[in-house]
């Protein structure tokens, strides 16, 4: 009797010892799979974003997300046999947030700097652009970088318009959680000016009866670098990467860069993902 409970367990404690062993031999498989395998298993490619950018991103009347860098990253999910699925997230916290996987890639104007590409990896870049001066021309005159000097210049916290500005001696930089809110006190008087992206403040620019806008190309007779967007991936994710830049390479070939560009900016680009840096 004693034998046969023996047995028993002997034969339980085995089955058990299998299954387990086979568990693990399937999470083994599940954790090798690839970084672009891994992304395409369930057929979407969710996609961090911070929505208050226009025109690159920001919330139509319905509160979905568009703008440029959407309809950029739709069809480059669609050249991946992916569907896009936005990813709504604080710039402050959108690397983080990439790094510990609560999405796949991030596309926000982001600007690729040597100090985050230690934090992640981007793909070619996808558009170029300048740092701008936006300002009431009723009641200030700024031609250069040097006029803001003993004004408080507003930034978004954390971009490279909030750099360059404090490259500026003698300007109080004021940082906001978005460029919305910095621009809403600039129109109410309550800071001199807004230093960011070109066209992003040509954007609210355009749709605001106070406000113009100048390029910043230098500050102190210094030449501020030319500013490019990249798409943000985690730094193991070699073949997603690879994946994504030949992506935005065939949307060039096919044309489908230069109609979303002329959708949002107007005219033809002078700048294609896949250009040599200027």
Not at 107 to 122: A, L, Y
């Amino acid at each position: 009797m004693s034998k046969t409970r023996t047995s028993r367990w002997g034969a339980v404690f085995t089955i058990a010892l299998v299954s387990s062993l086979l568990v693990l031999t399937g999470c083994g498989s599940a954790a090798t799979l690839s970084d672009l395998k891994r992304v395409k298993q369930d057929g979407i490619l969710t996609v961090g974003n911070d929505t208050t950018f226009a025109p690159f991103e920001f919330v139509d009347s319905t509160n979905k997300p568009t703008g440029f860098d959407i309809d950029l990253i739709n069809a480059v999910a669609q050249k991946l046999g992916l569907k896009a699925d936005i990813v709504t997230t604080a710039w402050d916290g959108i690397i983080p947030a990439l790094q510990t996987q609560k999405f796949e890639i991030v596309i926000s104007s982001m600007t690729i700097t040597t100090d985050r590409e230690k934090e992640v990896s981007f793909s070619i870049p996808y558009y170029r652009a300048d740092m701008g001066i936006m300002y009431n021309p009723a009641k200030n005159t700024i031609t250069k970088p040097e006029d803001l000097v003993g004004k408080t210049v507003g930034v978004q916290i954390g971009t490279t318009g909030e750099i360059d500005a404090k490259l500026i001696p003698g300007v109080k930089v004021k940082s906001y959680p978005d460029i919305q809110l910095a621009t809403l006190d600039l129109e109410n008087g309550k800071i001199d000016a807004v230093v960011n992206d070109y066209p992003v403040s040509a954007y609210y620019a355009k749709d605001s009866p106070t406000l113009t806008v100048i390029r910043m190309l230098k500050v102190n007779n210094l030449g501020l670098p030319t500013q490019y967007y990249g798409i943000a991936m985690r730094l193991e994710d070699k073949q997603l990467k690879a994946a994504v830049d030949q992506a935005l390479r065939d949307l060039v070939k096919d044309g489908t860069y230069d109609t979303i560009y002329a959708k949002w900016f107007g005219g033809t680009p002078d700048f294609h993902p896949g250009d040599q840096k200027s």
